[in-house]
């Protein structure tokens, strides 16, 4: 089982849609968690990171991570064909190097 | 402000030869980890450098090795390059503070074996 599962989609909504990406996670042991976006042929882009259970919120994405069930979500309201991109969860431990998911792949359209 | 830069963009190489990759890390990071990401996955650690000594490796061959320089600059090195080698190779740079929750990634080289 890898320590981090994700769908890899593609997700297509319109745009304006409210997006859910999700991904589990299977070592209790990490302690931070976060969200990369990469568009294509370009590095990842840090999104958003949180220590603990709970919503982050951040203009139009929030972060949601339930330690009980290994679950973290990203959720993006109002989307435009601009997020269109792959996005990547991540979790680290003390160490701070971050495991990835494989990404999910987002299509807003017009 | 310039970002995490990485050079070449792309390149190509045989089987069997070596390759260099480099990267300058953002203003004022003083730490730099490499990452492997192949097509349609996420990125791999293959080490982290720091004081100029490798700080943490993750589970990749001796074929692949790096230097970070006193200006905070890093190389990676992959010998006897192999096609599986064929990926995305990304840098990035964070301050010891902050770790993982500011690391800066670069775009990456593209590197092609053949």
């Known amino acids: 089982q890898k320590e981090v599962e994700q769908d890899p989609g593609p997700l297509s909504v319109p745009e304006g849609a409210i997006v859910s990406l999700n991904c589990t996670y299977s070592?209790?042991?990490?302690?931070?968690f976060m969200w990369y976006r990469q568009y294509s042929r370009k590095g990842p882009e840090l999104l958003m990171y949180?220590?603990?259970?709970g919503n982050k919120e951040d203009g139009r994405f929030t972060a949601q991570v339930d330690k009980s069930s290994k679950y973290i979500s990203l959720f993006i309201r109002d989307s435009q064909p601009s997020d269109s991109a792959t996005y990547l969860c991540?979790?680290?431990?003390?160490?701070?190097?971050?495991?990835f998911g494989r990404g999910t792949s987002l299509i807003v359209h017009p | 402000d310039a970002g995490v830069t990485q050079s070449p963009t792309h390149l190509i190489k045989t089987r069997g030869q070596q390759v260099t990759l480099r990267c300058s890390p953002k203003?004022?990071?003083?730490?730099v980890s490499w990452y492997q990401q192949a097509l349609g996955q996420g990125p791999q650690f293959i080490f982290q450098?720091?004081?100029?000594?490798?700080?943490q490796r993750g589970n990749f061959p001796d074929r692949f090795s790096g230097h970070q320089f006193p200006n905070y600059s890093s190389e990676l090195n992959v010998n006897a390059l192999l096609l599986g080698d064929s990926a995305l190779y990304l840098c990035?740079?964070?301050?010891?503070?902050?770790?993982?929750?500011?690391?800066?990634f670069g775009q990456g080289t593209r590197l092609t074996v053949v």
């Open positions: 990035a740079s964070s301050s010891p503070g902050q770790g993982a929750a500011e690391a800066f």
């Open positions: 070592n209790s042991a990490f302690q931070y």
């Open positions: 949180t220590y603990s259970s």
């Open positions: 991540a979790r680290a431990g003390g160490s701070y190097i971050p495991t």
């Open positions: 203003s004022g990071h003083d730490t």
């Open positions: 450098y720091y004081e100029e000594e490798e700080r």
